[in-house]
């Protein structure tokens, strides 16, 4: 158990440029006091202590803003960067390493049940402000661009940005999108083509029929 408390302190440490000594991450970082709160909630989640889990889990997001529920399974070196505003749902799965910055939910669609919420495998990053809704997986070593909605499974080594989000770079090379953002598509004028086309196969048709029919009388 003091390894896990260890590693949550040297986590930050190791990602935060600003931290500088493990006093200072203990007394201010509120996202190690939130993973600290989630293990004690999830501790007793697991002991059907349901009503005081949860009861904690509200303490620990008045005073941090960070909602993780305490059905959330997280391993270990979890980095809650600044903090406020993240969600972290009841079927969630965390892996290690992970990061995840302000404003970050770990969400439902709402059309699911039973497992509900995304997994998060080891080395992910989610940056500030990203949505990942869904039971969905986000493979290793992946990052989840700032201000992003990830509504699909990503596979490993990959970087996703926009909405809903899209792969930009996997396993470090740029993926070409088909987007143009120039040449739109109309479908106004695609339509009146087609329609223009349809006009000249019936024309066609019925000089044919009025040749035929000249020729027979
Ligand atoms: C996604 C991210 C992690 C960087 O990933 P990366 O693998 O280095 O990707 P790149 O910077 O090479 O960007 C790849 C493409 O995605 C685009 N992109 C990057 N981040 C984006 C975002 N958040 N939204 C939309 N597009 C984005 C880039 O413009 C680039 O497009 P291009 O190929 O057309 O030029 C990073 O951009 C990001 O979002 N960081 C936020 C970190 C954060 O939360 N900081 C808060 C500190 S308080």
Redo the contacts with the bound molecule.
């Keep these: 158990m003091f390894k896990t408390l260890r590693n949550d302190v040297d986590v930050v440490l190791d990602q935060d440029p600003a931290a500088r000594n493990r006093l200072e991450v203990i007394i201010n970082y509120s996202g190690v006091h939130a993973v600290w709160c989630h293990r004690l909630a999830h501790w007793l989640w697991n002991r059907k202590l349901y009503f005081i889990a949860r009861f904690l889990s509200q303490v620990s997001r008045f005073f941090t803003g960070i909602e993780i529920h305490p059905g959330a399974r997280i391993g270990q070196r979890l980095f809650i960067?600044?903090g406020m505003g993240v969600v972290i749902g009841e079927t969630c799965e965390i892996g290690n390493n992970v990061t995840i910055?302000?404003g970050v939910t770990l969400g439902g669609t709402g059309k699911e049940k039973g497992k509900r919420h995304p997994t998060l495998e080891d080395n992910v990053?989610v940056?500030?402000?990203a949505k990942v809704l869904g039971s969905m997986r986000i493979g290793k070593n992946s990052?989840?661009?700032?201000?992003?909605v990830v509504l699909k499974e990503v596979p490993p080594n990959s970087?996703?940005?926009?909405i809903p989000g899209r792969i930009?770079?996997q396993d470090g090379v740029?993926v070409q999108n088909d987007l143009d953002h120039i040449n739109l598509p109309d479908p106004v004028s695609d339509k009146f083509r087609a329609l223009e086309q349809e006009l000249l196969r019936v024309k066609k048709e019925i000089k044919e029929l009025k040749r035929e029919q000249s020729q027979r009388s």
């Design positions: 960067d600044h910055f302000q990053l940056a500030t402000g990052r989840i661009g700032a201000g992003s970087t996703v940005v926009g930009v770079v740029k």
